[in-house]
């Protein structure tokens, strides 16, 4: 069946680091491919998306391309501040309905 | 704009007692969904309703029912609560077309004792 697999948290970083949270899927057909962000206490939010192969999603400074040839969606930012500490969901759609296939998230932590 | 709203917040439960969990959308979506989210398990669908009227098992139904009881709004019950249902539960509505992202709410973090 269709997964999606994320690297493991919790990430720390210094603020103005580079950031990088890898997720890879497994899928049949041509899925759409998101990422969600959760800040603490709240839902989750649509952060960026992408729906074909070479797609790139950008929003808020993050970015990630769609990679058909290495099945991946892997979330980077150049410069990240306090304000980016949240857990990050890696997300797939394939099927009519909307019905998503979520990563088990990556806890980000930035220090000032 | 409201979106996605959920209703209650936060409540506890002894084991063996009902409760339902509201959801409401003003989005004019045909789609609503309702996740569970455990630590380190992501989020596991529950139930789905791709239009009104109709409701379909997700990966985790065991223990739960649903009522999609117009466009707007989708009901969670737990006839009989155990305490491997604490968990925070999300709604989340979208267009029916794959691409289309997903709405939540703010979730209701739910205890069973």
């Known amino acids: 069946g269709d997964s999606v697999t994320q690297m493991e948290g919790p990430v720390t970083l210094s603020e103005e680091a580079f950031l990088t949270i890898n997720c890879t899927y497994t899928a049949t057909g041509y899925p759409s491919l998101f990422w969600y962000v959760q800040y603490p206490g709240e839902g989750l939010q649509l952060l960026l998306k992408a729906t074909k192969a070479d797609d790139k999603g950008s929003n808020k400074g993050f970015e990630a391309t769609y990679r058909k040839e290495t099945t991946s969606f892997h979330l980077e930012k150049g410069s990240v501040q306090v304000s980016d500490s949240a857990v990050y969901f890696c997300?797939?759609?394939?099927?009519?309905?909307?019905?998503?296939?979520f990563g088990q998230g990556t806890e980000l932590s930035v220090k000032p | 704009n409201a979106g996605v709203t959920q209703t209650p917040k936060f409540q506890v439960l002894k084991t063996g007692q009902s409760m339902t969990l509201q959801c409401a959308q003003d989005m004019n979506h045909n789609s609503m969904y309702w996740y569970r989210q455990d630590p380190g398990m992501g989020l596991r669908l529950i139930y789905y309703s791709a239009s009104e009227g109709t409701t379909d098992k997700g990966e985790v139904p065991n223990g739960y029912n649903v009522s999609r009881l117009n466009k707007r709004e989708f009901s969670l019950r737990l006839e009989s609560a155990a305490p491997s249902q604490t968990s925070v539960y999300f709604c989340?509505?979208?267009?029916?077309?794959?691409?289309?992202?997903?709405?939540f709410g703010d979730g209701t973090r739910l205890s069973i004792l």
């Open positions: 997300a797939l759609s394939a099927n009519q309905g909307g019905k998503l296939i």
């Open positions: 989340a509505s979208s267009g029916v077309q794959y691409n289309q992202p997903q709405h």
